[in-house]
């Protein structure tokens, strides 16, 4: 989910969607699709010690190898058809379709809600584009989950505070689901869509974590 006009994330994406637009990343990553965490200055040594604790998914469900081949095949082929904007681009047209009250999560929410206007708005593509960077990153990064946990819980701490609440990634979830169900076709079996759903569990957990973290310190 990706929302408002934040400052630099040290994300630099995660997951999953997201709902309010974060800064643009470097040209050359954004061009490569992908985005990479920047460590905080001084703190390189604590920072060591907080991701060896915070690496390590607790709470989340098992997700297999097999699973973890499926999505990142799946995606694939969905990336095969579309770039990473045009996906995102029926991510949210999807999502503002079917959830149109999330609309005022963003920093678009003076848009008209019509299909052809979203489509053609700069700050919508951006935002598109954006969240499916966040996506791209959290499918390739499946191997060594454990590497993004740190980026999942500040994005889900930054989404907070844009008034992102729990029952938000209930429609997020199910916008992303029939995405990839268009744009697989066939493909989209059974067995990846329980994957990606087991994918998506686990990273709104995390997201989910971290925001809780974040309102337990306020």
Same mark, same amino acid.
């Given at each position: 989910? #990706?929302?408002g006009?934040?400052?630099?994330?040290?994300?630099?994406?995660?997951?999953?969607?997201?709902i309010? %637009?974060t800064?643009p990343?470097?040209?050359?990553q954004?061009k490569?699709?992908? *985005? /990479?965490? %920047?460590?905080e200055? #001084?703190t390189? /040594?604590?920072?060591?010690?907080?991701q060896t604790?915070?690496?390590?998914p607790?709470?989340h #469900?098992? +997700?297999?190898p097999?699973?973890? !081949?499926?999505?990142?095949?799946?995606w694939g082929?969905?990336?095969g058809?579309l770039d &990473?904007q045009q *996906?995102?681009i029926?991510?949210?047209v999807?999502?503002f379709?079917? /959830?149109?009250?999330?609309?005022? &999560?963003?920093?678009?929410?003076d848009?008209? !809600?019509?299909?052809?206007?979203l489509?053609?708005?700069?700050r919508?593509?951006?935002?598109s584009l954006? @969240?499916? %960077?966040?996506?791209?990153?959290a499918v @390739? /990064?499946?191997?060594? +989950?454990?590497?993004?946990?740190p980026? &999942? $819980?500040?994005?889900?701490?930054r989404?907070?505070?844009y008034k992102?609440?729990?029952?938000?990634?209930?429609?997020v979830?199910?916008? +992303? !689901?029939?995405?990839?169900? $268009?744009?697989l076709g066939?493909?989209f079996?059974?067995?990846a869509?329980e994957?990606w759903?087991?994918?998506?569990?686990?990273?709104s957990d995390?997201m $989910?974590e971290?925001a809780?973290e *974040?309102?337990?310190?306020q």
């Amino acid at each position: 989910m #990706g929302c408002g006009n934040s400052k630099s994330t040290r994300v630099e994406n995660a997951p999953f969607p997201v709902i309010k %637009q974060t800064k643009p990343v470097a040209a050359e990553q954004e061009k490569e699709g992908k *985005i /990479s965490e %920047q460590p905080e200055s #001084g703190t390189e /040594s604590s920072g060591k010690d907080k991701q060896t604790t915070d690496s390590k998914p607790e709470k989340h #469900g098992p +997700l297999t190898p097999k699973q973890i !081949l499926i999505v990142q095949n799946t995606w694939g082929i969905v990336k095969g058809s579309l770039d &990473l904007q045009q *996906i995102g681009i029926e991510f949210y047209v999807r999502l503002f379709t079917d /959830s149109p009250e999330l609309l005022q &999560l963003f920093s678009f929410r003076d848009i008209e !809600l019509s299909e052809d206007v979203l489509r053609s708005d700069a700050r919508f593509k951006k935002q598109s584009l954006v @969240t499916m %960077q966040h996506v791209d990153l959290a499918v @390739t /990064s499946l191997n060594d +989950l454990g590497s993004v946990v740190p980026a &999942l $819980k500040d994005l889900g701490a930054r989404h907070s505070m844009y008034k992102v609440e729990e029952h938000h990634y209930g429609p997020v979830g199910a916008a +992303l !689901l029939s995405t990839l169900e $268009k744009g697989l076709g066939e493909n989209f079996t059974s067995e990846a869509r329980e994957a990606w759903t087991t994918v998506y569990g686990v990273v709104s957990d995390t997201m $989910k974590e971290g925001a809780k973290e *974040i309102r337990d310190v306020q």
